[in-house]
């Protein structure tokens, strides 16, 4: 008899019981069929009704055997929870299949999760399905207890990506906003000691004014750095090669600490070899900051003796003759008599906020010496040193095969220009930017040359204007309520009748992202503030037309808005001797700066209207004196308004 027959066999009994040993007449199957633990079912194969039904489903599902043989398997679930589809049940003969887990319902109305497990057998001489459920609920709610926990976890990691990116862009928006901050003003300070170098020749003036370039500058190249810790911190940094004249860019540090060495009475020695002329190649804002810790250092925590200053080059040697570069390795020297550093300190001494004991109370951030070395890195240099304490410290940089171009004029990025020399053709350019120091600071440069300057606070007006007087430039700020940088000079890219008109980015950014965001957006070039002068004229002269003339042979520079030249000179002697001679009166008594402001821009417009420079640079000058708080200048001036007057009306009499 086969296994099979034995069982149906044992399952003709009508009911079974549970028992402690199978009775006289019981088959083997039939008892542990009848004893077995797990809830058993025989189902009819087609409607899966049972037939028969064990204890343990009795006492764990709660119905009884009749309300049980009046059931069948989809009662105990849907159709679809439990698992009746074709795939759960097929199988061959005598192999058993098992569902994935399914919800089942016990009489009682409490969910479970079992696994059905079945095989289809000869029964009555037919077939049957023997069905057995495993209890597998605690498997269960563990396995979505931990889903819930994982996607619980990948929500808390998803949302913290997210605060990272939100404090990225916060934090990337925060050095837009400290750059834009920043540059601004030192756009004025670093621009007007520029111009104010090109007219003062007093000696001691003129240092004066060297001392606050060359230290605007030095400023302005440490908070370009700051700007760049994180990026420092993240291996981000990225470097901004250009060849830049080394004989200029060298002298600087000549006379940049020289008032505070003077007040320390110490020798300050400066040793820049010959052979290192022309352009090199490298990074000058990086390069500057490195000499520049190292020096400050040795300034700093010196204070007798000497502090010197070493540049030379070593392992040089010509790479290209038809374009005349060679390569060398740059060392840079940097010597004191100072405290110099203890030895228990020397090695740590490159750590960041590090700050070395029995430095005489020095403050700082504990950050330079760090910078440097990873600067130098980032250059694929070395840095090195050696310190005696009591006796001074020598800190040697070396940057390897740093490229030089003996002949300048083979350096396009070589900028030498002599805005003496350059003689621009009458043309209209519209500057637009919300600060009113930025525009007035490229007018005042401008304001010698044959370029009518119109200006506008907002990228609307700008547009609205740029509409009515087609400019052959256009300058723009990035940062301007209304429409910014980007929108206005795609605005004008889409106009058939303006796409013509170059325009230059006026903008305070440094990052790189920003600067190529710039560059890669139809713009005709970039200003970074601060701004110097011959970068302004280096970027006009690709745009504008003119003509060169020798600084030292006569001026053959057309004047402009000379007497012959004004539009409308009764309408103009009216408006000065009516509409502004009243606000004139007001100010032989009080010189309010906010009025006085507001007269001189107005004037300078009047000037620009009917093309007399002498009542626009009188207007500018009265502008100037207002917004740098001058009184003295300010009453000369208001004195000198009649006679402005009166020159009018005679060159009215005499034409």
Not at 68 to 96: C, H, R, W
Not at 204 to 223: E, H, K, N, P, W
Not at 225 to 251: G, P, R, T, W
Not at 314 to 338: A, P, Q, W, Y
Request: aromatic share 8%; charged share 25%.
């Amino acid at each position: 008899m086969s296994e099979i027959q034995k069982l149906n066999k044992g399952l003709e009994k009508k009911s079974f019981k549970r028992r402690s040993e199978p009775e006289e007449n019981d088959s083997m199957y039939g008892y542990l069929y009848e004893n077995n633990p797990l809830p058993i079912w025989i189902c009819d194969t087609e409607s899966l009704a049972f037939i028969e039904v064990n204890t343990a489903a009795i006492l764990y599902y709660g119905y009884s055997r009749q309300e049980f043989l009046n059931m069948t398997l989809k009662d105990l679930g849907s159709e679809v929870d439990i698992g009746v589809s074709p795939e759960y049940f097929a199988g061959k003969q005598n192999s058993f299949t098992r569902s994935v887990p399914i919800k089942s319902m016990k009489k009682n109305g409490e969910s479970i999760y079992v696994e059905i497990i079945s095989r289809e057998i000869d029964f009555n001489n037919g077939k049957a399905k023997l069905v057995m459920a495993n209890d597998i609920t605690s498997i269960k709610l563990a396995i979505d207890e931990m889903k819930g926990r994982n996607e619980f976890l990948e929500q808390k990691v998803a949302e913290i990506s997210l605060q990272r990116e939100a404090a990225n862009r916060a934090k990337s928006e925060f050095l837009t906003n400290v750059s834009h901050e920043i540059r601004t003003p030192m756009n004025a300070i670093l621009g007007y000691s520029e111009l104010l170098g090109s007219v003062v020749t007093d000696q001691v003036q003129t240092a004066y004014l060297d001392s606050i370039r060359t230290s605007g500058r030095a400023l302005m190249s440490l908070f370009t750095y700051i700007l760049d810790l994180s990026k420092i911190d993240s291996d981000k940094m990225e470097l901004n090669y250009e060849y830049v004249d080394a004989e200029s860019f060298f002298s600087e540090f000549r006379n940049v600490f020289s008032q505070k060495i003077s007040e320390k009475r110490l020798n300050y020695k400066v040793d820049i070899s010959n052979e290192i002329e022309g352009c090199i190649f490298t990074d000058e804002a990086r390069l500057r900051q490195i000499i520049l810790n190292l020096l400050g250092n040795a300034v700093k925590f010196t204070e007798w003796g000497d502090v010197s200053l070493k540049i030379f080059s070593e392992n040089r040697h010509i790479t290209d003759i038809g374009k005349e570069k060679e390569v060398f390795d740059l060392v840079i020297e940097v010597e004191d008599t100072g405290i110099g550093i203890p030895e228990e300190s020397q090695k740590v001494i490159f750590d960041s906020f590090v700050q070395l004991k029995n430095r005489l109370n020095q403050s700082g951030t504990g950050l330079g010496l760090a910078i440097t070395k990873r600067l130098v890195k980032l250059m694929k240099g070395t840095i090195t040193f050696i310190s005696e304490p009591g006796k001074g410290s020598t800190f040697t940089v070396r940057i390897p095969d740093v490229s030089i171009m003996i002949n300048k004029e083979n350096s396009r990025s070589y900028v030498n220009i002599n805005p003496d020399e350059i003689v621009f053709k009458k043309a209209l350019i519209l500057i637009a930017d919300d600060v009113e120091s930025n525009r007035k600071y490229l007018k005042d440069i401008l304001g010698n040359t044959a370029l009518t300057v119109l200006e506008a606070d907002n990228g609307i007006d700008a547009f609205e204007m740029i509409e009515k007087t087609r400019p052959q430039l256009v300058i723009s700020d990035i940062r301007m309520p209304g429409l910014n940088g980007f929108e206005l000079v795609a605005k004008i890219k889409s106009n058939e009748n303006l796409r013509h008109i170059p325009v230059i980015a006026y903008s305070t950014s440094v990052l790189n992202e920003q600067r190529d965001n710039i560059l890669n957006n139809a713009f005709s070039g970039l200003l970074i503030k601060p701004l110097r002068v011959g970068e302004l004229y280096n970027e006009l002269m690709k745009n504008l037309e003119y003509s060169t003339i020798s600084a030292t042979g006569s001026d053959n520079k057309p004047a402009t808005g000379s007497g012959e030249d004004i539009t409308d000179l009764a309408g103009l002697i009216s408006a000065l001797e009516i509409k502004f001679m009243n606000k004139w009166k007001t100010f032989e008594t009080r010189q309010p700066i906010g009025e006085v402001r507001e007269f001189g821009k107005n004037l300078t417009l009047l000037g620009i209207e009917h093309n007399s420079d002498n009542v626009r640079s009188y207007g500018e000058d009265l502008l100037i004196a207002a917004n740098s708080f001058n009184i003295e200048v300010i009453l000369r001036l208001i004195r000198q308004y009649k006679g402005l007057v009166e020159d009018l009306k005679n060159h009215g009499r005499n034409s």
